[in-house]
């Protein structure tokens, strides 16, 4: 699941510095799961900016509105009723949700309250742990469900590198190999062979904006040659 972070208020601040009505919006997808962005963080945040501008002249007007998820449009109807009277917006989902917000309100700016750290996991209550970079070529099959792009420090995709130090990287005694995990538990697995499929380096295409069309779709999508 993607995870965030609230930006600093400071840089919030700055934002929204010349805006008077100011709408805050909410996501009840990830950003709400990982304590970033849901409706709890909207208000919070609405506390926060209103107790740090007590003591200014300020008119500044603040409302939140959560939709379920801002990364699908369908959502975003249900802020259009406020559109009219708002001044900006801030948006507090992924980067995703944040993009779709601005492209439905091209007239509006929209700035982000959160930083999109990364896909990862739960380890607790407020502690999450970084698995994915959504590269779009996962060769979780041939690493023993262990992520070579997240956790070897190098991103390597063929072997630990020699800078090795035991089953530590060269980078921190505390930071464990990710190839020597790999090749422990494909060992364990009986699948050792597995580490031997040399996989080609990985074709980021340039940044190039990549689009998918899910299995069963491509009728609906894709045109034929």
């Known amino acids: 699941m993607i995870k965030a972070k609230p930006k600093p208020l400071d840089e919030i601040l700055e934002y929204i510095q010349p805006y008077e009505n100011i709408l805050i919006v909410g996501c009840g997808g990830c950003v709400s799961v990982c304590l970033a962005g ?3 963080e909207v208000n919070i945040l609405i506390t926060e900016l209103e107790f740090a501008l007590r003591d200014t002249q300020s008119n500044k007007q603040f409302k939140g509105y959560t939709v379920e998820r801002q990364c699908n ?14 001044d900006c917006m801030l948006s507090m989902a992924c980067g995703a949700g944040i993009q779709l917000l601005a492209e439905r309100y091209p007239h509006i700016p ?14 607790d209550i407020g502690l999450y742990e970084e698995r994915c970079r959504a590269c779009g070529e996962c060769v979780l099959a041939y690493t023993a469900g262990i992520c070579p792009v997240t956790r070897c420090a190098k991103g390597l995709f063929n072997g630990p590198c020699g800078g090795t130090q035991g089953d530590k990287c060269e980078i921190s005694p505390e930071i464990p190999c990710a190839w020597c995990e790999i090749y422990e538990r494909l060992k364990a697995q009986n699948r050792l062979e597995d580490i ?11 940044q190039i904006q990549r689009k998918f069309v899910q299995k069963g779709y491509e009728k609906r ?3 034929e040659d």
Do not use: C, H, S
């Open 110 to 123: 929209v700035f982000p309250a959160v930083n999109t750290i990364a896909i990862g996991v739960d380890r």
């Open 221 to 223: 999508y894709l045109k």
């Open 73 to 86: 449009e369908a959502f975003l109807t249900e802020i259009d009723e406020f559109a009219e009277e708002t």
């Open 38 to 40: 849901g409706q709890k």
């Open 196 to 206: 031997l499929k040399i996989r080609k380096p990985m074709e980021w295409r340039d």
